[in-house]
Nanobody
Framework: QVQLVESGGGLVQPGGSLRLSCAASGSIMSINTMAWYRQVLGKQRELVASIASGDSSEVVDSVKDRFTISRDSAKNTVFLQMNSLKPEDTAVYYC???????????????WGQGTQVTVSS
C-alpha cells in the first residue's frame, strides 16, 4: 500500500557532501512528520532529523550545522543534505513517515529500506 524509497547514499571522503532523498508513494491521504534515522551495525537505530508537515524541523546535536532536513510535500519527498561528513557518520540511513492512508482509519509509521552512507578516505 505504501512504499518509501531512499536514494543518494554512497561512498564519500571526509569533508564531502551527500544528499539523501526519500519518496513516499501509494494510497496516501496525508503525511505528517517525516524523519531520517541511522543505524550502525550492532547499535540501536538513532534519530538524525525530523520535519513536520508545517516544515518545522529538528536536527540532533551531533549533526547540527552540518545536516539539513527539508521536504517537498507536493511530491511526498523528504531530503537530508549532509555536509562536512565525518567517518562517524557512516551508517545505514532510513527514512520514516507518519502516514494516513486512504480508506484506512488511523495514522501509522512506515519505513524505507535504508541506504548506505560510507565516509572514508
Amino acid at each position: 500500500q505504501v512504499q518509501l524509497v531512499e536514494s543518494g547514499g554512497g561512498l564519500v571522503q571526509p569533508g564531502g557532501s551527500l544528499r539523501l532523498s526519500c519518496a513516499a508513494s501509494g494510497s496516501i491521504m496525508s503525511i505528517n512528520t517525516m524523519a531520517w534515522y541511522r543505524q550502525v551495525l550492532g547499535k540501536q537505530r538513532e534519530l538524525v532529523a525530523s520535519i513536520a508537515s508545517g516544515d518545522s524541523s529538528e536536527v540532533v546535536d551531533s549533526v547540527k550545522d552540518r545536516f539539513t532536513i527539508s521536504r517537498d510535500s507536493a511530491k511526498n519527498t523528504v531530503f537530508l543534505q549532509m555536509n562536512s561528513l565525518k567517518p562517524e557518520d557512516t551508517a545505514v540511513y532510513y527514512c520514516k513517515a507518519h502516514i494516513l492512508l486512504k480508506f484506512q482509519i488511523g495514522w501509522r509509521d512506515y519505513w524505507g529500506q535504508g541506504t548506505q552512507v560510507t565516509v572514508s578516505s
